[in-house]
């Protein structure tokens, strides 16, 4: 039986840069994934938006746009990089210019991809948490739908026609719709 060799970050460091699609490692095995389409950059793009707009008038933390790498594990590797992500001002001494992100943001927001499955989104929530992130927003643009998963209790579920908060973020508010028009 063959062993499988586990990529590190330093081999995903070395990697090219590509147009057509992005890498993540979940357990050591390189992900190669495919551009988002439309559907998922616009709820990704709007939730970038609104968290930068927030975060500039109420300075708790920084938004991080879509494909910055996380490192939530090392052995064996988990690198990530969430659709939106925020990192409140008590974890910013961990960001350092031109490195890579050790440890999970505060907020981590992934959007669902018509290839996504459930069991896969959920996965990534856990590991996200796992490595202590606070929130997990999972984004269904099919179903016009965000959960929130945290570190204690089950998973807030919102529809359309309810407004996204966060304890992490007070005064931040959002119709749910908006993330998706």
Same mark, same amino acid.
């Given at each position: 039986?063959?062993?499988?060799?586990?990529?590190?970050?330093?081999? #995903?460091?070395?990697?090219?840069?590509?147009?057509?699609?992005?890498?993540?490692?979940?357990?050591?095995?390189?992900?190669? +994934?495919?551009? @988002?389409? @439309?559907?998922?950059? #616009?709820?990704?793009? &709007?939730? #970038?938006?609104?968290?930068?707009?927030?975060?500039?008038?109420?300075?708790?933390?920084?938004?991080?746009?879509?494909?910055?790498?996380?490192?939530?594990?090392?052995?064996? =590797?988990?690198?990530?990089?969430?659709? +939106?992500? /925020?990192?409140?001002?008590? &974890?910013?001494?961990? /960001?350092?210019?031109?490195?890579?992100?050790?440890?999970?943001?505060?907020?981590?927001?992934?959007?669902?991809?018509?290839? &996504?499955?459930?069991?896969?989104?959920?996965?990534?929530?856990?590991?996200? =948490?796992?490595?202590?992130?606070?929130?997990? %927003?999972? #984004? %269904?643009?099919?179903?016009?739908?965000?959960?929130?998963?945290?570190?204690?209790?089950?998973?807030?579920?919102?529809?359309?026609?309810?407004?996204?908060?966060?304890?992490?973020?007070?005064?931040?508010?959002?119709? /749910?719709?908006?993330?998706? /028009?």
């Amino acid at each position: 039986m063959a062993t499988q060799t586990l990529v590190t970050l330093e081999d #995903v460091l070395a990697l090219p840069d590509r147009d057509d699609c992005r890498y993540e490692v979940e357990d050591g095995e390189l992900i190669e +994934a495919s551009l @988002p389409r @439309p559907q998922h950059q #616009v709820a990704a793009t &709007n939730l #970038v938006i609104d968290l930068g707009i927030y975060l500039r008038a109420n300075p708790v933390g920084r938004a991080c746009a879509s494909d910055t790498p996380f490192v939530l594990r090392r052995e064996p =590797l988990v690198l990530r990089g969430p659709d +939106a992500a /925020v990192i409140l001002n008590g &974890n910013l001494a961990r /960001v350092q210019p031109d490195q890579i992100i050790e440890g999970a943001p505060d907020i981590a927001v992934e959007v669902a991809s018509p290839s &996504n499955r459930p069991a896969g989104m959920l996965r990534r929530a856990a590991e996200f =948490l796992e490595a202590g992130a606070l929130e997990v %927003w999972l #984004v %269904w643009p099919g179903r016009n739908e965000i959960h929130i998963h945290t570190q204690d209790g089950p998973p807030s579920f919102l529809a359309a026609a309810d407004t996204l908060t966060s304890a992490l973020l007070p005064g931040f508010a959002i119709s /749910v719709a908006s993330v998706f /028009v």
